[in-house]
């Protein structure tokens, strides 16, 4: 039991619409991380919630944005997808731990664009 | 550029064998340093992290790692594999102020029996 849970598990889209992946941390995580992993590659970050305000953001297009609640829900929107959006997205929620941030991740969305 | 390199694709030991997968990394401070396993179709489970101290770390399931800072290494033992053990292993380091974790490419392990 993470206490992250991700949805959906998996969707299937068509290149060029938009698809909203959903992430709900614990109460009290007030941060929030987002990575997509493809096919065989490590997780690379895509962007951080804190407080509901982007956080820092990896090397990723402006196509993929993001929200987060004040209930500690997020979503992560991609517009406009591409055949390589497709990938297993990850959330993860930040806990301070002995000095350091420790990530708690999700079980995924898997995305499929064809 | 900060990097985490796992220069292992594959490794395939027996059942009850001793495992080390290996774990390289490049960053200019202190490094903040974890290891999380990935079953298939599944999320990323924390297996044990390092931050600072005692640089043999204990995880869970027996797993630990070794950080060797003359080596920029942070390499994960297990002295008797089990065939659950199979999965993908990622090794990390939390970066830019604790803002992102950066992960190697992973290693996959097979045990046979």
């Known amino acids: 039991e993470t206490g992250v849970t991700q949805s959906p598990t998996h969707l299937i889209k068509t290149r060029g619409q938009q698809v909203t992946l959903r992430c709900s941390s614990q109460?009290?995580?007030?941060?929030v991380s987002w990575y997509q992993q493809a096919l065989g590659q490590g997780p690379q970050f895509i962007f951080q919630?804190?407080?509901?305000?982007?956080?820092g953001r990896g090397n990723f297009p402006p196509r993929f944005s993001g929200l987060q609640f004040p209930n500690y829900s997020s979503e992560l929107n991609v517009n406009a997808l591409e055949l390589d959006d497709s990938a297993l997205y990850l959330c993860?929620?930040?806990?301070?731990?002995?000095?350091?941030?420790?990530?708690?991740f999700g079980a995924g969305s898997r995305l499929t664009v064809l | 550029a900060q990097s985490v390199t796992q220069p292992d694709i594959h490794i395939t030991v027996s059942e009850g064998a001793s495992l080390e997968l290996r774990c390289n990394y490049s960053?200019?401070?202190?490094?903040?340093l974890f290891w999380y396993v990935q079953s298939p179709g599944q999320g990323l489970q924390l297996l044990l992290k390092?931050?600072?101290?005692?640089?043999l770390v204990q995880g869970i399931k027996g797993f630990e790692a070794e950080f060797k800072r003359s080596q920029s290494s942070f390499n994960l033992r297990k002295p008797s594999v089990h065939w659950s053990d199979a999965a993908e292993y990622f090794c990390?380091?939390?970066?830019?102020?604790?803002?992102?974790?950066?992960f190697g490419a992973g290693t996959i392990l097979r045990v046979k029996s």
């Open positions: 960053y200019g401070a202190t490094p903040y």
């Open positions: 919630y804190y407080r509901e305000e982007e956080n």
């Open positions: 990390a380091v939390l970066m830019e102020y604790g803002n992102k974790l950066v």
């Open positions: 993860a929620s930040t806990q301070w731990v002995s000095g350091a941030n420790v990530l708690t």
């Open positions: 390092y931050f600072s101290g005692d640089t």
């Open positions: 109460s009290g995580h007030n941060t």
